[in-house]
C-alpha cells in the first residue's frame, strides 16, 4: 500500500483525540485503511518529532509511515 495517509481528507471518519502542536492523536470512528496494512487502525499518531515514547498494550499490533515531514504510526487492537 504505503500511500500515505491525509487525515484531512478523511477527518469526518476521524475523531482528533488530542493535538500538542507537533503530534496528533485521531481515533478511527469510520474504518479508514491503514496505508501499510490495508486493515482499518484503531489509532494513529501523527508526529514531526525526532523521538516519542509509546506505550503499546500485548495484543496491540503496529504499523509505522515515515514520510519526509512526519511519522504516523497506527495501531490496531
Do not use: W, Y
Not at 56 to 63: E, L, M, N, R, T
Amino acid at each position: 500500500m504505503s500511500e500515505g495517509l491525509d487525515f484531512e481528507a478523511v477527518r469526518h471518519r476521524l475523531k482528533l483525540v488530542r493535538d500538542a502542536g507537533d503530534e496528533r492523536i485521531f481515533e478511527n470512528r469510520g474504518d479508514v485503511a491503514c496505508p501499510v496494512c490495508g486493515d482499518a487502525f484503531t489509532e494513529a499518531m501523527e508526529t514531526t518529532r525526532r523521538t516519542c515514547q509509546l506505550s503499546a498494550g500485548p495484543s496491540v499490533d503496529v504499523c509505522i509511515v515515515r514520510e519526509s515531514n512526519r511519522t504516523v504510526v497506527l495501531t490496531h487492537a
